[in-house]
């Protein structure tokens, strides 16, 4: 297994693994694919892996792109949609898949990342939940931050306008 950048050929195998790993889980909007495909065309993806299997296929992505927060500057970076295909995951493909586009914002001197999700599953990288940081309505303990460098950001949270698509 490798991880690697999207190469202008993923893209219809990226909306795939992602459409595959949202299709059961039940958070999901069902619009996770075109998410990715929204920020792509936007030249909205900062940092898109993919993990890619010894036969070439792709069978993991991870997106990373900017945020806003409204009382803060700096440069901080949403992580997801992040997708492992339903029969190849808890084998430690998604966590390669953080981990690896951590290390990119860090050598990008990103100031953070922030992202939605399960906290027993985020915490393990590093992520915690910050009362003073906060996306729209979203629970808090869900809510995430990891602070790559300076101080702890205050406000709230935008993401790219293509997570708005319906
Ligand atoms: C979330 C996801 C990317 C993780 O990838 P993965 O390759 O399965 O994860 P890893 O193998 O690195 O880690 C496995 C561990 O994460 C835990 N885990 C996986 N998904 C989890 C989730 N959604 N919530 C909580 N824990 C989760 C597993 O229980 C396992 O824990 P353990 O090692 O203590 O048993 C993958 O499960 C997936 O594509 N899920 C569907 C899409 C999704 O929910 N994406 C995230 C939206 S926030």
Redesign the pocket.
């Known amino acids: 297994m490798q991880i690697r950048d999207e190469r202008d050929e993923d893209a219809a195998a990226i909306s795939r693994v992602t459409a595959a ?2 299709a059961n ?1 039940p958070h999901s909007s069902g619009t996770e694919a075109r998410i990715v495909a929204a920020l792509r065309q936007a030249g909205a993806l900062t940092i898109s892996l993919a993990a890619v299997s010894d036969d070439a296929s792709i069978v ?1 992505h991870v997106a990373f792109s900017p945020v806003q927060i409204d009382r803060a500057a700096g440069r901080w970076y949403g992580l ?5 295909v339903p029969d190849m ?8 898949l953080i981990r690896e586009g951590l290390a990119r914002l860090a050598a990008l001197n990103a100031d953070g990342c922030v ?4 906290p ?2 985020y915490s393990r990288f590093g992520f915690v939940s910050d009362p003073a940081l906060t996306y729209g309505g979203a629970p808090s303990p869900y809510f995430q931050r990891l602070v790559l460098k300076g101080e702890p950001p205050k406000g709230d949270v935008s993401y790219h306008p293509a997570f708005d698509v319906a």
């Open positions: 790993a949202f889980a993991g997801g949609p992040v997708s492992v995951q808890r084998q430690g493909i998604g966590g390669a992202l939605l999700g399960d027993s599953y």
